[in-house]
């Protein structure tokens, strides 16, 4: 299994509603990463989980909370958003921290 | 911080037609990866080069990464309509806290029959 997969693929949500997005690798990758990114800019890295750990919060919003409930789960819970929150989440993981990346489908996201 | 330039910000060619895309920096990169995205999806990485004047090829595609580890090219010969994306090039950073990834603001290709 050579997939990262995301859930959902698309969520729209009020700015006073709680979400969560999920990712998730079976590839037995130690490091773990969410990015933001908006149209037709780069990803921007957001969080990265070495060993199940927090390793870099790239200063984000506390509306953003990370959680790493094992090695191959990742999940970025969502609370009192903006619109200009609205853009695509990836989610990446990689064998060690900073080898190549492997990048999920991504999820999404509108707030209204 | 953006830390790597990308040229050209957009390519437009015809089938068949070679070219070159340039990652450019002032820092030095423990490695340097390139990753292709189409859109409404997720970057695909094609290869990360991690010693000075490498070079790796994959198909038509040949990479190369500056002997001082602070640049990298990526050259396309005879481009297909499948090579159409955004390639984006990503720099390898050591930091305090671990290893961070710094992206180009990539180029976008469209190959056209």
């Known amino acids: 299994d050579t997939e990262v997969t995301q859930t959902p693929k698309h969520l729209v949500m009020g700015m006073t509603n709680k979400k969560s997005l999920k990712c998730e690798q079976h590839m037995g990758h130690r490091a773990m990463y969410w990015y933001k990114q908006k149209a037709k800019k780069p990803p921007e890295l957001m969080f990265v989980?070495?060993?199940?750990?927090?390793?870099i919060n790239e200063s984000v919003p506390s509306r953003f909370s990370p959680e790493c409930p094992n090695s191959s789960l990742l999940n970025l819970h969502l609370h009192a958003l903006q619109p200009e929150d609205s853009a695509l989440y990836l989610c990446?993981?990689?064998?060690?921290?900073?080898?190549?990346?492997?990048f999920g489908p991504g999820t999404r996201l509108t707030v209204l | 911080t953006q830390l790597l330039e990308q040229s050209p910000q957009f390519l437009s060619i015809q089938e068949g037609e070679n070219l070159t895309v340039y990652c450019n920096s002032s820092?030095?990169?423990?490695?340097l990866q390139w990753y292709r995205q189409e859109p409404g999806e997720g970057p695909v990485l094609l290869v990360t080069?991690?010693?000075?004047?490498e070079v790796k090829k994959l198909k038509r595609l040949t990479f190369q990464f500056g002997d001082a580890r602070k640049d990298s090219s990526l050259h396309i010969t005879a481009a297909q309509p499948g090579d159409t994306g955004l390639y984006l090039c990503a720099g390898v950073l050591s930091v305090a806290s671990g290893y961070a990834l710094n992206f180009g603001k990539g180029t976008s290709l469209l190959v056209t029959p």
């Open positions: 990446a993981s990689s064998q060690l921290p900073g080898h190549g990346q492997f």
């Open positions: 989980y070495s060993y199940e750990k927090l390793s």
């Open positions: 820092s030095v990169f423990s490695s």
């Open positions: 080069v991690v010693t000075g004047g």
